[in-house]
């Protein structure tokens, strides 16, 4: 049978193993509910006229249309930031899995050294 110190080493090395697994699932999955949401919100912005505007005439289409043209291209503006996020947000995803999967493998050669040892 391994020694005392042996399995206690093997034990705490599967603690951590398991640990470091859990907060890379929770993230992985926090950063997946985040992405979700984002693709989600809408980037239109709304154009609300109101009475008095409509009353005003001709006078004030020029102002208008500059307003509708302001608010189009900050639409874009935000459309490329959701983007830019999204991606951002989609390579550190891809990142957490990679590190996840090795920090099953290293949780899985811990708990078969720790059966080993104690098989032993």
Do not use: C, F, H, P
Request: aromatic content about 4%.
């Amino acid at each position: 049978m391994a020694s005392y110190e042996k399995i206690v080493g093997l034990s705490q090395a599967l603690y951590e193993a398991t640990a470091e697994v859990s907060r890379l699932s929770g993230e992985v999955s926090n950063l997946k509910y985040i992405k979700n949401k984002l693709k989600k919100k809408s980037t239109e912005i709304d154009y609300v006229v109101t009475l008095s505007e409509n009353i005003l005439g001709e006078k004030y289409d020029d102002e208008k249309n500059q307003e509708k043209e302001d608010l189009n291209s900050l639409r874009q503006i935000i459309l490329t930031k959701k983007r830019e996020i999204l991606a951002l947000l989609s390579t550190k995803i891809q990142n957490l899995e990679s590190d996840l999967l090795t920090a099953q493998n290293i949780e899985r050669n811990a708990r078969n050294a720790l059966n080993a040892a104690l098989a032993s």
